[in-house]
């Protein structure tokens, strides 16, 4: 894979440490993080690598590795947590270039055809065995500490699909093109599944091989959302803001706080 428009200015990477993280680590993450960037097929505009040394998660979680790149208005991001910042940086680095690998072939498909892989398998093994856990943080100091919204923009499933395994997610909120109707893909035991805030069948979900939640969404405001986060010790919950009427994620944030995600209008 050769880049459309290869610089001649060195890449500037971006590295933010935290904790006890030697010069080492950091010089190999910027070598890691800019080798992956040189790669891609469209020009990279940023990159970042963060590197995390955090004492309170469990010996083979310590060192937290994240890296994000922009190519060319195309965001890929990951995060691994190892023991030691050597297999961090390394497995982080192999999950960007499969990512940046698979945007490529995404762009050079000759048509939009939905996904072929069989159900259950279309990660294709990539399913996220070394993320790192949550922070075990007392319920009373827990937080929304960020919102996040996405355009009113729509998506078709299998384009939610391809976006929450590019950004390295648990789920992916999206607003499905076939109806406008909210919907959530999430990654279950099993595979994939979508949930509407509807309750309904979500189109073309078995045609691609994906589970259906029909688990009806309640209307909820954010602060029984949390609660109802808090007892569940589920990922995320989905469910239809009262402020609003439309669907919104609440989920939980590493460092043991909640982020919440809505559309934007």
């Known amino acids: 894979m050769t880049a459309e428009s290869p610089s001649t200015e060195p890449l500037d990477v971006t590295i933010v440490l935290s904790g006890d993280v030697a010069s080492s680590d950091r ?13 891609a097929s469209r020009p990279v505009i940023f990159a970042r690598a963060k590197l995390t040394w955090d004492e309170a998660r469990p010996p083979d ?22 023991s030691t ?4 940086i390394e497995a982080l680095a ?11 072939e995404r762009r050079e498909a000759a048509s939009q055809r939905p996904p072929t892989t069989p159900e259950g398998q279309w990660r294709s093994g990539d399913l996220p065995t070394t993320r790192p856990t949550y922070f075990s943080r007392p319920v009373e100091d827990r937080r929304i500490v960020q919102r996040k919204s996405f355009s009113p923009g729509t998506s078709s499933l299998a384009g939610a699909m391809f976006d929450m395994e590019v950004l390295d997610h648990r789920f992916f909120l999206f607003t499905d093109e076939e109806d406008g109707t909210d919907s959530v893909v999430f990654e279950t035991a099993d595979g994939v599944s979508v949930r509407r805030v509807d309750g309904q069948e979500a189109p073309k979900a078995e045609r ?3 589970g259906v939640d029909r688990t009806p969404v309640q209307t909820l405001d954010d602060g029984a959302a949390q609660e109802r986060l808090d007892v ?3 990922p995320f919950i989905f469910y239809k ?3 609003t009427g439309r669907g919104a994620v609440l989920y ?3 460092d043991g706080h909640y982020g919440l995600i809505e559309p934007s209008a």
């Open 208 to 210: 691609f091989g994906v």
């Open 61 to 82: 979680e310590k060192a937290l590795a994240q890296g994000t790149i922009d190519m060319s208005g195309t965001i890929l991001r990951s995060q691994v947590a190892a």
């Open 94 to 104: 192999a999950r960007l270039e499969r990512r940046m690998r698979r945007v490529a």
């Open 232 to 234: 569940s010790g589920a």
């Open 241 to 243: 803001r009262a402020e």
């Open 27 to 39: 010089d190999v993450a910027e070598r890691e993080i800019r080798r992956v960037a040189s790669k």
């Open 252 to 254: 939980r944030r590493y």
């Open 85 to 88: 910042f050597g297999e961090a």
